[in-house]
């Protein structure tokens, strides 16, 4: 049966040919000496030849040692040049980022911050998919999604990137046909608007500073799997809703839109940044998540930026 070739053992025996020195090549690779030692007596026995000549005073090369240095010296040298590519690639920011994101976050808020960073990082490519499917990142090769909504456990790295700011809001003409809620509990008797793509988007959360939490479950004429999507039918009336901030902040300025319950908090939306295991992300993820956090920080709907 064949055995994967021993390279650490390959590597040592062409730096301790290089060195001429067990010592001097323990000493460059950051290993002890009896590890050094053992590795190329390891070496040897697999191959059934002796690879040195050892005297006390001296080291030196037998034919077999000769004939194998070069391909060892080449393993030594991948090896290395592998290592530093991977630390320049964690140190640079450079390459491709292939970025998942949920289609409405993408599309709005996403989607016009790309070029944006692109532009200050010349060296960097951008692969963007909008998808509200639930994208194995491993198998697909991508380095970075953007979810919103609870994340579920995972072996994957999460983050929070930052949590939307959630109001209640309704068009003055459906405010004019079925009045204003004044406690989270009047919302059963309000025709709402219920966004489908999220578990448990019927069930309304609120936080109160002084009397506490509640919890209402709404249902209404509209169903629908987009936040942005949902804009148009609530401007013209067709329910109430809590939806991000962010999808309504120039229907709110101009009064299209306006908010209830302004005491109540809806529970806020949390934006989760989800990378492959491991513990370092490249230079180019770590960018631009950088440039992400700093804008948001500067928006007045996004709540507890994290690092």
Known sequence: MPHMPDFEAWAIFAKVAERGSF?????????AKTTVSKAVTRLEERMQTTLLHRTTRSLSLTESGRLSLERATRILADGAAVEAEILEEAAIPRGLIR???????????????????????????????????????VAEGVD????????PDSSLRISKLFAFRVPVVASPAYFEKHGRPEHPSDLVRFPALVFTHIVGAEAWGFR?????ETTVHVDGPFHVNNGVAAVPALVAGFGITALPEAYIVRELQDGRLEEVLKDWQVTPAPVHVVTPPGRARPARVRALLDFLRQHFASQSWAQGIET
């Open 23 to 31: 010592s001097e090549a323990a000493q460059e690779l950051g290993l």
């Open 144 to 151: 970075l999604v953007l979810r919103v909504g609870p994340e």
């Open 99 to 137: 970025l998942a994101s949920t289609m409405a976050f993408g599309a709005q808020q996403l989607a016009p911050l790309l070029p944006k960073f692109m532009a200050l990082y010349p060296e960097i490519e951008v692969d963007f998919e909008l998808t509200d499917r639930r994208i194995d990142l």
């Open 208 to 212: 109160h500073p002084k009397f506490g």
